[in-house]
Nanobody
Framework: QVQVVESGGGLVQAGGSLRLSCTAS????????SGWYRQAPGKQREVVAG???????DYADSVKGRFTISRNNAKTTMYLQMNGLKPEDTAVYYC??????????WGQGTQVTVSS
């Protein structure tokens, strides 16, 4: 049973920073792409940032220039550095690992609240 554990959420003032972490109990090298998603109250879950197997990153337009996705060499831990946070970034943030076999593993979600 693969376990995915997130940490790092919290309450921050607008303009502040947070760093989210996500670790999966995957076999080293089995992870393909991975990414971060978020879901605000009353809205659908949306992709925030992604990182491919080769390390190529991509971001939602709303977070470009403010958020940075990264991971360790084993591809079992990834991070989301969030700078310049805005109230509209308030959401539950989820991480997802996708293996080369096409299985998705989601974290439990962590709340990020940005006060104005």
């Amino acid at each position: 049973q693969v376990q995915v554990v997130e940490s790092g959420g919290g309450l921050v003032q607008a303009g502040g920073s947070l760093r989210l972490s996500c670790t999966a109990s995957l076999r080293v090298g089995s992870s393909n792409a991975s990414g971060w998603y978020r879901q605000a109250p009353g809205k659908q879950r949306e992709v925030v940032a992604g990182i491919s197997s080769s390390g190529t990153t991509d971001y939602a337009d709303s977070v470009k220039g403010r958020f940075t996705i990264s991971r360790n060499n084993a591809k079992t831990t990834m991070y989301l550095q969030m700078n310049g946070l805005k109230p509209e970034d308030t959401a539950v943030y989820y991480c997802k690992f996708t293996t080369f076999y096409g299985y998705d593993y989601w974290g439990q979600g962590t709340q990020v609240t940005v006060s104005s």
